[in-house]
C-alpha cells in the first residue's frame, strides 16, 4: 500500500483542520523530515519518492513557525492510519534515546 507522510500529519502543534492525523497523545512536536525518515526507514517500510521542499496545501494559511516542509512516498504493509501511528511512536523512542538523562550532576570541590 502506498501514501503520503507529510509532517504536518505528526504534528502535534497542529489541529486536525490543518492536517494532524493521529491522535494528540501520539503526536509529536515539530517532527523533522529526517527523522520521520529515519522512523520509516527503522519500521521496513519503503520510501518510494521524497522532497524536503514541498509545503502541504493545507499549511499555507498558517504562520511560517507552524510549517513543516517536505513529503515522504512510502510503500507499507499496513494502511496510513496505523503506520502513521507506527511512524509517530518510532520517532519518540529515537527521540528519547538521543536526549540525554535527567539526573544528579556531581559538584565539584574546589
Known amino acids: 500500500m502506498r501514501f503520503v507522510v ?13 492536517g494532524r492525523a493521529v491522535p494528540k497523545n501520539l503526536a509529536v512536536e515539530a517532527p523533522r523530515f529526517s527523522e520521520i525518515e529515519d522512523a520509516v526507514v527503522v519500521l521496513g517500510m519503503n520510501v518510494v519518492e ?3 521542499t514541498k509545503l502541504n496545501p493545507r499549511l499555507s494559511g498558517l504562520d511560517e513557525e507552524l510549517r513543516t516542509y517536505g513529503f515522504l512516498v512510502v510503500e507499507s504493509q499496513y494502511g496510513k492510519g496505523k503506520s502513521l501511528k507506527m511512524i509517530a511512536e518510532k520517532i519518540r523512542e529515537l527521540r528519547s534515546r538521543t536526549k540525554p538523562k535527567k539526573g544528579k550532576t556531581k559538584k565539584r570541590r574546589k
Not at 507529510?6 to 490543518?18: F, G, H, I, Q
Open 6 to 18: 507529510w509532517p504536518s500529519e505528526l504534528d502535534s502543534r497542529l489541529s486536525r483542520k490543518y
Open 50 to 52: 521524497k522532497d524536503h
